[in-house]
């Protein structure tokens, strides 16, 4: 089951994060010294994905921006001679000619609506959705992880990334059942958006890592308005499940909401302090403010 193409939906408008969203868009927000979008990017690149779709709306021309050439500013860096470490930098996470794709959700209708969106660009072969607020710490990355789970089924199925969360908040998360388990991945035995408090099937959640089969496209075309009048992705995830399997993967690493004030904060304490150029005067400046 070869995964080739992976799906970013960057329409949101980052509400959870204002006002600094209000002229930027959330996914451009830096963690460290990369914007959210790149680092889902290379999560995705060192994955094996080779076509990278992002499903953007309006005020998101800087995302189209950031994965192409800026001619003045790569002529600058060369005239200056002393400049090649950023030159390098900038070629590294420049991707290939031809690779990206572009389309816009016109209507926040949700994300099953924005992954419908990518239909056309897709076509008919199984794919990755990645949503860039949400990142994992670890390597190999959570999407790798997943297609070598995905390699090792040998069958037309698909795969959601979950996470243990506490009991007393599966409230807040789409949760999944769980059926028979072999080591860290396990059937998917029904999903569920926020349960009701002491309801939920298990304290699996539902993190932002799919990979879907195309037929999925054909069920959110008529797929009707769910939670808060959006056209949900769970709900096709659910419908699918009637005639194909879903599998649920514990997968390694230290996942970061960015999308919230306090997650974004701490992923870029963890980012930082996993780089070894920066680790020991980020924990110096840290420890000031604790023995305030």
């Given amino acids: 089951m070869k995964i080739r193409k992976a799906v970013f939906p960057v329409a949101g408008l980052g509400t959870r994060v204002l006002p600094a969203t209000k002229a930027m868009p959330k996914e451009m927000l830096t963690i460290v010294d ?7 990017y290379d999560e995705a690149k060192e994955a094996g994905i080779e076509h990278f779709i ?5 005020n998101k021309g800087v995302i189209e921006d950031h994965f192409d050439r800026m001619f003045e500013l790569d002529t600058t860096l060369a005239a200056r001679g002393n400049k090649k470490a950023e030159q390098d930098i900038l070629a590294r996470d420049q991707p290939a000619a031809g690779a990206t794709s572009f389309t816009r959700q016109q209507a926040p209708l949700g994300l099953g609506h924005a992954v419908w969106c990518a239909r056309d660009i897709v076509g008919d072969e199984p794919f990755a959705v990645v949503l860039p607020d949400e990142l994992v710490l670890n390597t190999p990355g959570c999407l790798a992880q ?8 040998g069958e037309k199925s698909n795969v959601l990334a979950v ?14 059942g769980v059926g028979k388990r072999t080591g860290k991945m396990f059937e998917v035995d029904g999903m569920v958006e926020k349960p009701a408090k002491g309801t939920a099937p298990s304290n699996l959640s539902i993190t932002g890592r799919y990979i879907l ?3 999925i496209f054909k069920i959110l075309e008529t797929q009707e308005r769910g939670a808060g009048g959006e056209i949900q992705l769970t709900d096709a995830m659910r419908a699918l499940a009637n005639t194909q399997k879903f599998y649920g993967l514990e997968f390694e690493g230290e996942r970061h909401d960015c999308g919230s004030k306090p997650g974004f904060l701490r992923a870029n304490i963890a980012y930082g302090m996993a780089r070894a150029d920066l680790r020991d005067d980020l924990r110096a400046e840290m420890k000031k403010y604790l023995e305030r």
């Fill in 54 to 58: 992002f499903v953007t709306g309006r």
């Fill in 146 to 153: 997943m297609i070598e789970a995905a390699n090792k089924l």
């Fill in 213 to 215: 089969q195309p037929e």
């Fill in 163 to 176: 996470e243990a969360v506490p009991e007393d908040m599966t409230h807040q998360y789409g949760i999944c």
């Fill in 34 to 40: 990369k914007p959210l979008i790149q680092y889902v």
